[in-house]
Structures are given as structure tokens and as C-alpha cells.
């Protein structure tokens, strides 16, 4: 009779019975959603007042099966043995397991009734297996409201279970993993280049993806293995993420990109200080002349000999904004690099809040990860369960600021770093400072020694920096047209704080208070799905662009002046949006430029010209037509006091967050009908050392831009999908001169 209990509306989720005993009743676990709920009752009434053609009752087969029907609580889904159900009060953590179709949906909606969920995540053929945090209520709510949830059962296996285990285990583990790897035949597969310590070519889950041929060094006489292990344990996350969940999953494991190795640390000692810039460049030099293909630099290398600098330009991170612009290394082109914000020292932590150490000037993000163009990766956490009967607790709260990560101290005139931060494990807090490294609150990877290791754990900014790679590679797998700036500019507008993160903020902050979660976090952790929604959905407006910015003056001897601003007219559905009247409605902007540096400039103290040109983005307002707002665009080019008057008109962030660095990001809110009137986007040029009476021919220097402009209208945005697509089709670009 179970199958009448897994008809529509209805979830058979277990079945109990007596196996010694045939006679005794068998207990079915069943969610029902008020739909199902309706159609039982009725099948119940429809058994008390009809019968079928036989002169049966209807339904009685199930009726009659059925002793008693109650509400089932939270053990009724336990799986594990009963000693172990979680005592009632405080938030346990709980292994949820979910319906693969409906598991992204629950753990978004459990979200908002106070669960956290961990980051990693099992897959099976028919199910999806997270911890999520909570208490008793929280978890019944989500149960109850939600009606994914098929078992509950308490989380076992953490990254130092395997780590502890002998070698011919792991050997196992590895080589069944092996087993399951498929390599789709790409025809051009976009590569992660790994400037680190070189990696290992023996292990089972990298030979794969490294060609021998793909392995370099920035000198000739250095060796191509990996002595240190350090690269190879960021192969294996930028592969695969943290294997943890990956490995026990046992089904088949696709991964589209391949890695090149390009050794920038010696296997002993290290790289001379003033040579670290030239190191990088023999290394891109040396990938790059081997074959022509996509790439994403990975670097997880810093160095505390040029702190503090307080955000300022040094000699390697210079070096690095010529890098990516195309304006260094043999080859002249655009690049995309990801680079560690850098670890914190471990020793300064004696007890005191872990935050205000992160926090302190002496922690500040190592160079070059100060550079306008790359991005810039600090850590965060969600790993914060410990093996059972470990002394002491974690540092860090679920979704903060993961204790070894630096952040920004530096004032605001200097780019927004990190960009983003990823998962970058915890320590473990006990009796005694400072907190300790541990396993359980690390990430799994690869490790260097196959056969002897297989597994290890790693953890810190460059395991963020490796899972970065690893999403930024397989967003720009997907759309390989993209610019690296565009691409960087998607995947850094996708992030977003977590509610802890949040948590930080007064109720009704202003713009200043955001200044904080910045210099900690960035823009927060970033979303893959948002980033691939944002490059593929029509209420997602990306344009690829070049603009000229300076022209020569028509007076003797005067520096050159703005020439160009690039005005784009939005694809809003104007009478949807009047017709919604005081909806509230979200516009975020995404703005990104590769600069060329000029560190003379900022040594001398000009901080608008260390880049060569300058971009920002304004929006029209609810009353302004094209002539006055680009009326308005010019009288702000060259007055600063004047922007600074003109900064209310609803973006979060605000200007003095904004207008930083290479790379721009706002939000706007406002009512569904003031958009509608705000349709008009404008890209212009500020000062920059283009801009300058000693360059030449500057009307020829020519500048790329990505713009994404994301519309978020909350539940009516399917009514908006079909018109914005339309209109997106014959979208009005106009150029016009400053």
C-alpha cells in the first residue's frame, strides 16, 4: 500500500517494520504538502461515503492499512542510532538529506528560517547530503515548510578522518575516485595556471589534467616537481574544490579545465625581494610561449617585505597591473589573475577578539595583492564543527572572516581589497592562546608525496584563492567570449555578505558603516549560479566596449582633455515598472577597466594618476533628460566637490566605495516607477596619467570596459523576462563626445 502514500502531493519518506515480526504494524514516514494533505482526506472521505462498481468501499486497500495517522516529529526522519539525536535548546549541527531537484530551493528558503549551512555538499544519484546548523524548531520549520528533506542523521566524516588514515587507504579512496573522472572532449579547454611552488605529475587525480609539457619554471635551472607540496594541494582544489565531499560522493566526477604549472618558489630558500616581479614575468613568460590558450593565473604567493604600504602601489604589484593589462610579457594581451590576500601570523593571537587582530594595520593585505586589475581573495569560513570529544571551540563563527585572512587598513582613495573571500578554513581555540590549526577545519586536497600521502589538508587565503580559480574557470568555460574584465567583473558582482557578516552592521547603516565589511570581506562570497544567471539572463545587461578618454587640447601646451563618454540606453519595460508603482525594485552596476600603471605618479603623491585612466559609471535621474544628464556628467568630470553633493541619489555604497581602483560596484533601490524613468547608463573618464602634457598620440590610447547592469524585481521577474529580452535586441548605444 506504500505507493498510495508516494502519489502527488505526497513523499514517501521511510519505512519501518518489524522483520522477525510479519505481524506487526509497519510505521510509514510520509511529507505531505497541503495539497497531498487534501487529496488523503479526500481518498479518507471518499472510503466513508462511496464504493466502487464491486460495491466496494473506495479507496479501502489504503484506508484499511492505515491504523492511525499522526504528525511525525524530528525523529521520525533520524537515521543514525537514537542515542545520538541532538537534545533539545541550543543549535546542533544536523546531516540533512534532500531531494537532489529541490535541494538548491530548500537551502535558500532554510536560510531565512535561521539554519547555516556548511559548504560542503554530497552527491548521490537521488540525493543531496548538507549539515546545516540549528536548533529543534528551526529544523522542524524547515521540514514542515519546506518538504525537501527525506532523512536526518548526525554528521560523521570530516577532512581529518581521512587525513589520519594509513596510506593504502587513502591510496583506495584516491584511485576509486579515479575511476569515476570524466574528461569531456573539449576542443579548446580553458586552463588554470598555477604560479606556485610547481606541481606533482604521479598523483591519480591530477595526471589527467597536467601535461608533462605543461609544467614551467621562471628559471631554467630550476626543477619542475613539487618539493614543498604546496602546489600540489591547490591542483587539487582548483580541480575539484575541497575533496571532502567530492570523494565520497562515488558518482562521476566532470571537470572541463586542465592545469599548467609555472614554478615562481624555489624548492629551497626564496626568491631575492627585488627580483619577485621579474620571477612572475619569466613565468607568464614561459606558459605562454609553450602554446596559445585561455588561462587563469592562480597565485597564492605574497610577501610582508613591503609592509605597510597602506594600499600603495609597490614594485611587484605594479608589476602584476602590467600584467594583466597587456602592457608586460612578451605577448601584449589582457589577463586574468587571482592572488592571495595573505595569511595573518598566528602568534599575535593571545585571547583578544580575533576580529580587532585581523583587523589591525599590522595585518594588512600583502603586496601585490594591493593591485588594481587582479583579484584579490581573502578567506572566510563555514567550517566550524569539531570531532566529537576535541577540547576547545572554533575561532570563528559560521560565515565570518576566517581567522588567518588580512584585510584592508589602508584609506579610502586605494582600491577595495580583497575582492571577495572564499572558504578558507578555521582554528580551534583552547584553554590556551594562540588558536591551532586543525584537520577537521581544513579543506581536502592532493598530496605531493603519492604513494606515500595521497590525502592532506590545507587551508588559509591560498585555499580560497584555489577554489576562485576553479569558479572563475568554469564561469568563463561558459561563456569563453568574454573579456578577462568582463569576466572578472561578473564574478566579483555575484558575491554577497552572509547574514553573519551582516550581523556587523547597525540596523540602518549609512554609507560610511559599509566601510568596515569592505576592508574585511570585500563584496562577500561569491555566488557561481548568480554569476552564470547574471552572464545569461535577460534581466542581465552585459556590454563589451572600448572608449578613448583623452584628446589633446586645442590650447598650446595645455595637457590633454576628456573626449569621449559612452552613453547606453537601458531595456527597461517602462509601463511593467510604472505599473508597479512603489515596488521596490534593485539595480546593481558592475563596472571593470585594466589599467596601466604609473607608480611615479603615486610616489609623488597623485593617487587619481598611479593608472592611466580613470572610469566611472552615473545614472540618469527620474527627471533628467539625455541633454542634462550628460550636461550634468561633464560639470562633475573635473570637480570632486560636486560629485561628492551629487551622491544622493539612492545607490548603497556611495561614491566613496565606488569610485576606487579599476573595478566598481553600487547598488541602487528605488521604486519600480522612478526606474522606468532612469534608463539612461553613462560611462565617462576622470583623471588618469593618460591625461598628461608628456604622452603622445593620447587620442589613439584606447581603453576596454566589461558593464554588467543586473535588474533584480524580486517575484515579478518573470513579467519583465520576455519585454527585457526584446528590448535587449535592439539596444541604443550612443557615443558622444565630451
Known amino acids: 500500500m506504500t505507493k498510495s502514500l508516494d502519489a502527488s502531493g505526497l513523499r514517501l519518506l521511510k519505512v519501518s517494520a518489524d522483520l522477525e515480526n510479519e505481524a506487526a504494524p509497519a510505521h510509514a514516514t510520509v511529507f505531505a504538502s497541503p495539497i497531498g494533505l487534501g487529496k488523503l482526506r479526500k481518498k479518507v472521505e471518499a472510503f466513508q461515503d462511496e464504493n466502487t462498481k464491486k460495491d466496494r468501499p473506495k479507496n479501502a486497500d489504503l484506508v484499511q492499512s492505515i491504523s492511525a495517522i499522526v504528525e511525525a516529529g524530528l525523529r521520525a526522519l533520524w537515521r543514525s542510532p537514537p542515542l545520538r539525536f541532538p537534545a533539545r535548546g541550543p543549535v546542533h549541527p544536523w546531516e540533512i538529506w534532500l531531494e537532489r531537484n529541490e535541494a538548491d530551493q530548500f537551502l535558500e528558503r532554510a536560510q531565512a528560517l535561521g539554519v547555516a549551512f556548511e559548504g560542503d555538499r554530497l552527491q548521490f544519484p537521488e540525493d543531496i547530503v548538507v549539515v546545516g546548523h540549528g536548533t529543534h524548531d528551526q529544523i522542524a520549520a524547515a521540514v514542515r515548510n519546506l518538504g525537501a528533506v527525506k532523512a536526518l542523521a548526525a554528521p560523521t566524516v570530516m577532512s581529518d578522518y581521512f587525513e589520519g588514515m594509513p596510506p593504502e587507504e587513502q ?66 582544489l582548483s580541480l575539484f574544490g575541497d575533496l571532502l565531499p567530492v570523494i565520497q560522493s562515488n558518482i562521476p566526477v566532470q571537470v572541463r579545465h586542465r592545469l599548467e604549472s609555472a614554478k615562481i618558489i624555489p624548492d629551497a630558500g626564496q626568491n631575492p625581494h627585488h627580483l619577485l616581479g621579474a620571477v612572475v614575468l619569466n613565468a607568464v613568460n614561459a606558459v605562454e610561449g609553450s602554446a596559445e590558450r585561455g588561462r587563469t593565473f592562480s597565485m597564492a604567493s605574497t610577501t610582508d617585505e613591503d609592509t605597510p604600504h597602506d594600499g600603495a602601489p609597490t614594485s611587484w604589484s605594479s608589476e602584476i597591473d602590467q600584467l594583466t593589462a597587456g602592457v608586460s610579457g612578451n605577448q601584449h594581451r589582457q589577463r586574468l589573475f587571482v592572488i592571495s590576500a595573505g595569511n595573518t601570523n598566528q602568534n599575535r593571537f593571545q585571547g583578544a577578539d580575533y576580529l580587532s587582530i585581523c583587523d589591525d594595520p599590522d595585518h594588512e593585505i600583502e603586496s601585490p595583492a594591493q593591485a588594481w586589475n587582479p583579484i584579490c581573495v581573502g578567506a572566510y569560513t563555514e567550517k566550524v564543527r569539531l570531532p566529537a570529544g576535541l577540547p576547545g571551540t572554533a575561532v570563528a563563527p559560521m560565515g565570518d572572516l576566517a581567522p588567518s585572512s588580512r584585510t584592508a587598513s589602508w584609506s579610502k582613495h586605494w582600491p577595495i581589497k580583497p575582492d571577495v573571500v572564499m572558504e578558507g578554513g578555521n582554528w580551534v581555540q583552547d584553554h590556551l592562546p594562540p588558536p591551532l590549526n586543525h584537520p577537521a577545519l581544513a579543506l581536502l586536497t592532493t598530496d605531493h608525496q603519492y604513494p606515500l600521502r595521497s590525502l592532506t589538508t590545507t587551508a588559509d587565503t591560498s585555499a580560497a584563492t584555489a577554489l576562485a580559480a576553479k569558479t572563475i574557470t568554469e564561469l568563463w568555460e561558459d561563456y569563453p567570449h568574454l573579456w578577462p574584465e568582463t569576466i572578472r567583473a561578473i564574478f566579483v558582482s555575484s558575491a554577497r555578505w552572509t547574514q553573519q557578516m551582516k550581523a556587523h552592521l547597525p540596523a540602518n547603516p549609512s554609507k560610511g558603516e559599509f566601510a568596515r565589511l569592505f576592508q574585511r570581506y570585500g563584496y562577500g562570497v561569491p555566488d557561481p549560479v548568480r554569476a552564470k544567471r547574471s552572464a545569461a539572463n535577460a534581466l542581465s545587461l552585459i556590454v563589451q566596449d572600448t572608449i578613448t578618454p583623452y584628446r589633446p587640447s586645442a590650447s598650446a601646451g595645455a595637457e590633454p582633455v576628456h573626449n569621449q563618454m559612452k552613453f547606453f540606453q537601458l531595456p527597461w519595460p517602462r509601463e511593467v515598472l510604472r505599473q508597479l508603482g512603489a515596488t521596490e525594485v534593485t539595480l546593481r552596476v558592475a563596472l571593470s577597466t585594466f589599467i596601466e600603471p604609473n607608480p611615479s605618479e603615486a610616489a609623488r603623491g597623485s593617487k587619481f594618476r598611479y593608472a592611466s585612466h580613470n572610469l566611472r559609471f552615473k545614472l540618469n535621474r527620474a527627471n533628467e533628460n539625455l541633454a542634462q544628464f550628460e550636461a550634468r556628467i561633464n560639470k562633475l568630470a573635473d570637480d570632486a566637490d560636486a560629485e561628492a553633493v551629487a551622491d544622493n541619489d539612492g545607490w548603497i555604497f556611495g561614491r566613496n566605495r565606488r569610485d576606487v581602483g579599476s573595478l566598481h560596484i553600487d547598488e541602487l533601490r528605488c521604486p519600480a516607477s522612478d526606474l522606468a524613468r532612469r534608463n539612461l547608463l553613462a560611462v565617462h573618464p576622470v583623471a588618469g596619467w593618460w591625461k598628461s602634457k608628456s604622452v603622445q598620440n593620447v587620442d589613439q590610447k584606447a581603453a576596454r570596459f566589461g558593464l554588467v547592469v543586473e535588474l533584480d524585481a524580486g517575484d515579478v521577474e518573470a513579467d519583465l523576462y520576455a519585454e527585457v529580452a526584446t528590448a535587449i535586441a535592439n539596444l541604443n548605444v550612443a557615443e558622444v563626445g565630451v
Open 171 to 236: 591510496a583506495e579512496w584516491a584511485q576509486a575516485m579515479e575511476r569515476l573522472l570524466q574528461l569531456p572532449d573539449v576542443a579548446n579547454p580553458r586552463y588554470i595556471t598555477l604560479l606556485d611552488s610547481g606541481v606533482g605529475l604521479n598523483h591519480p587525480l591530477i595526471r589527467s589534467f597536467l601535461d608533462p609539457a605543461d609544467r614551467h619554471a621562471a628559471h631554467l635551472g630550476w626543477g619542475l616537481d613539487d618539493t614543498r607540496g604546496h602546489g600540489t594541494q591547490l591542483a587539487g
